[in-house]
């Protein structure tokens, strides 16, 4: 069974070369335990890694992109082959020279379609394999010339350096949020440019009201409420690599733990509908379902969680965003659904990625 976005979109590059999701967020949310199955949407696979550090048994990546899983198998073999400073340089997170022979490390790894992917996109490889993604390069274009318009490196420096809650949101107030930052900022993450930019104009198929508006609003959060100098994802839009802070899966601490549960991790190149029917009813415990719910109609929608809520283990647990378009539990599934609507709630104001407008977490009933 095809997914709805499956005919709609274009897969054929890496629409993202990091995952612009909280990885903090969803592994509390998740509550992974030892021995459980998880299956997570693999984009650029930072997140399905990140699950790793819980000790699944198993974490099943699926995508419906052969790049997005090229992306995945890189950074595979750089945990095989890499030392931990040496996978920051090759993701971009760090500044390097020697990208391409930390490459040449990780290649022999590789399968031939990954590296086929990779072999034919040096200046990929050379700029960072984390800034090779079509969402990264529209930070890139934010980053390059939107905000020399709107405010100088000392300021964003300011910014990214954080401090206590007054401070920033003084520094906010007074010297950040400008009428030039307000019209600029709704200018290029207005639907129109996100769209052809940024992501694919089929992802804003059901979206409703003013885009831009909603995630200014979650990016002033993002710097007042939230401390920037613990924030990997806006420090790598402001600056193009990670400054003070890195994602959970990227960090010193977590490295090893990630190493050794590699042979955990399963890709596969399947919609969450093609994985579901190959599988045997209460397979899984935990699902990390990304903002996959956006792109369908409700009716798929619907369709799809209660297939979900089937193959769910009792007492499992789904987690996922919504970016622009309302997504959580219909009444119809209340008696194999409940939602965690606290716990999701405290998890959204502290999620570091800040573009989404709601964080979903639901349990399957036994």
Not at 47 to 71: E, F, K, M, W
Not at 73 to 83: H, K
Not at 187 to 213: C, H, I, K, N, Q
Not at 275 to 301: C, G, K, T
Request: with cysteine; aromatic share 10%; proline share 5%.
């Amino acid at each position: 069974m095809d997914s709805e976005v499956q005919a709609k979109a274009d897969f054929s590059g890496v629409r993202y070369a990091q995952c612009w999701e909280d990885a903090d967020v969803l592994v509390e949310a998740l509550d992974v335990q030892p021995g459980d199955v998880c299956l997570s949407i693999a984009s650029a696979g930072d997140n399905a890694l990140a699950l790793l550090t819980r000790h699944p048994a198993r974490v099943i990546a699926l995508d419906l992109s052969p790049a997005q899983l090229a992306c995945v198998e890189l950074r595979v073999a750089a945990y095989r082959t890499l030392e931990h400073a040496q996978l920051l340089e090759l993701i971009g997170s760090t500044p390097s020279q020697r990208r391409h022979g930390l490459y040449g490390n990780c290649r022999p790894l590789l399968g031939s379609a990954a590296r086929d992917f990779w072999d034919a996109r040096p200046a990929d490889v050379a700029g960072g394999v984390g800034g090779a993604g079509k969402f990264e390069r529209y930070f890139g274009l934010f980053r390059r010339y939107v905000m020399p318009l709107v405010h100088r490196r000392p300021q964003i420096e300011a910014l990214l350096r954080g401090g206590l809650l007054e401070k920033r949101r003084t520094f906010y107030r007074r010297y950040w949020d400008s009428f030039r930052w307000r019209l600029l900022f709704r200018l290029f993450f207005s639907r129109l440019v996100m769209g052809r930019m940024g992501r694919d104009p089929s992802f804003f198929a059901y979206v409703e009201g003013d885009v831009a508006t909603r995630i200014l609003e979650r990016a002033k959060h993002a710097v007042t409420e939230l401390d920037p100098a613990e924030n990997p994802y806006l420090q790598w839009i402001m600056t193009g690599r990670h400054t003070t802070a890195l994602p959970l899966a990227l960090r010193p601490e977590h490295f090893d733990t990630i190493r050794t549960n590699l042979d955990r991790l399963e890709c596969r190149c399947q919609s969450v509908e093609d994985f579901l029917a190959s599988e045997e009813p209460h397979a899984v415990d935990r699902f990390n379902l990304s903002d996959i719910f956006e792109y369908m109609s409700p009716q798929n929608y619907h369709r799809l969680l209660e297939r979900i809520a089937k193959a769910a283990r009792p007492a499992g647990r789904l987690a996922y965003w919504n970016m622009l378009v309302p997504r959580s539990r219909p009444e119809t599934l209340a008696n194999c659904l409940l939602p965690l609507t606290d716990l999701a709630a405290r998890l959204y104001s502290q999620d570091k990625a800040f573009f989404y407008s709601r964080f979903v977490v639901e349990e399957v009933l036994g």
